[in-house]
């Protein structure tokens, strides 16, 4: 079993930065791709971003709200994935999850994952 514990969320103001973290316990993620989503209030859970367990492959959102903006990285060392977020608009709040292990669906707009993080709730403010 895996525990994913996310931090880093908070309230930001419009055109600015935020990076969360997420991070893992009771085994080690550095087998595992990795993983960002998000759930805005009165909308379903949305991909983000993720990251193949060397770190070598990466994908996002083909979003053009998130495009270019967010960088998925993680730090095996330190059991810990991030999501750094620039130029924050306030439709980027949301509660950002944390996910490990893909089971299904590299590359696919909805990947599937085994384990959930929490969240941590992000707020944009204008």
């Known amino acids: 079993q895996m525990q994913l514990v996310e931090s880093g969320g908070g309230l930001a103001q419009a055109g600015g930065s935020l990076t969360l973290s997420c991070a893992a316990s009771?085994?080690?993620?550095?087998?595992?791709?990795m993983g960002w989503f998000r759930q805005a209030p009165g909308k379903e859970r949305e991909f983000v971003a993720a990251?193949?367990?060397?770190?070598?492959?990466?994908?996002?959102a083909d979003s053009d709200s998130m495009k270019g903006r967010f960088t998925i990285s993680r730090d095996n060392a330190k059991n810990t994935v991030y999501l750094q977020m620039s130029s924050l608009k306030p439709e980027d709040t949301a509660v950002y999850y944390c996910?490990?292990?893909?089971?299904?669906?590299?590359?696919?707009?909805?990947?599937?994952?085994?384990?959930w993080g929490q969240g941590t709730q992000v707020t944009v403010s204008s």
């Open positions: 996910a490990a292990e893909i089971s299904a669906g590299w590359g696919s707009p909805q990947p599937q994952f085994e384990y």
């Open positions: 009771g085994r080690s993620l550095r087998w595992s791709d």
């Open positions: 990251i193949s367990w060397r770190g070598g492959r990466t994908y996002y």
